[in-house]
């Protein structure tokens, strides 16, 4: 089975401040991990995956990652952030036995970044 | 590169009906993944197509069903529809290589569905 829980619905950050959006994960094997954003009446955006190698990840508009194989988490960070970062996350694992698509989702977090 | 277009975007259907869902996939993808997105219920799999090939199915009435062309663009139809059915209706596609599940899947726009 794989699961993911984001456990906050909601973060607020001022303008400028760094940004953390938190996600931890279950799979039975090894992970694959996503992160995408989505904007108000808008599909999701990708914005990085862990696939292998270096626990840290870069992604679009300056977003990082980080896997902790120990703690079975997978943070979405951001030095500095944006009002216009303002938007729904999603945190999604895949299980590497897995060869398809079935992603599982996470319930998703609500950031607002206030100016 | 065109990104995941989807069809229609906004419709509003009655209960009882049915409904057809298009999905155009990004060039030289080749497996498409409908995902169900409701408030209450997040994001859920639906079902992915590969060479016109269903080749997994999340846990959704036999209401919901899909087909694959096979020039990859792909259609899901929900039929007897009830007010539950509502949602924002999300296609998504990928590369698939033999193998290897690390493909990142790719999303349209969506189509959004209401049923009154």
């Known amino acids: 089975a794989q699961s993911v829980a984001q456990p906050e619905d909601q973060v607020n950050v001022a303008e400028g401040n760094p940004l953390t959006v938190k996600c931890t994960y279950s799979v039975s094997g090894n992970p694959y991990l996503f992160w995408y954003v989505q904007y108000p009446n808008r599909g999701l955006q990708f914005l990085l995956k862990?696939?292998?190698?270096?626990?840290l990840v870069k992604g679009s508009y300056g977003f990082e990652a980080e896997f902790n194989k120990s703690q079975t988490s997978f943070h979405l960070k951001k030095p500095s952030a944006l009002v216009s970062d303002s938007a729904l996350y999603f945190c999604a694992v895949r299980d590497r036995i897995y060869n398809n698509n079935d992603m599982r989702f996470g319930a998703g977090t609500r950031l607002t970044v206030k100016p | 590169k065109a990104g995941v277009t989807q069809t229609p975007r906004y419709l509003i259907k009655t209960r009882g009906q049915q409904v057809t869902l298009s999905c155009s996939p990004i060039s030289g993808h080749r497996s498409v993944s409908w995902y169900q997105q409701t408030p209450g219920q997040g994001l859920q799999f639906l079902f992915e197509y590969f060479s016109e090939t269903q080749r997994n199915k999340g846990n959704f009435p036999g209401r919901f069903s899909g087909r694959q062309f096979s020039n990859s663009r792909s259609e899901m139809n929900v039929s007897t529809l009830e007010l539950g059915d509502s949602a924002l209706y999300l296609c998504?596609?990928?590369?698939?290589?033999?193998?290897?599940?690390?493909?990142?899947?790719?999303f349209g726009e969506g189509s959004w569905l209401t049923v009154v």
């Open positions: 862990y696939i292998t190698g270096d626990n």
């Open positions: 998504a596609s990928s590369v698939m290589r033999q193998g290897w599940s690390g493909n990142t899947i790719y």
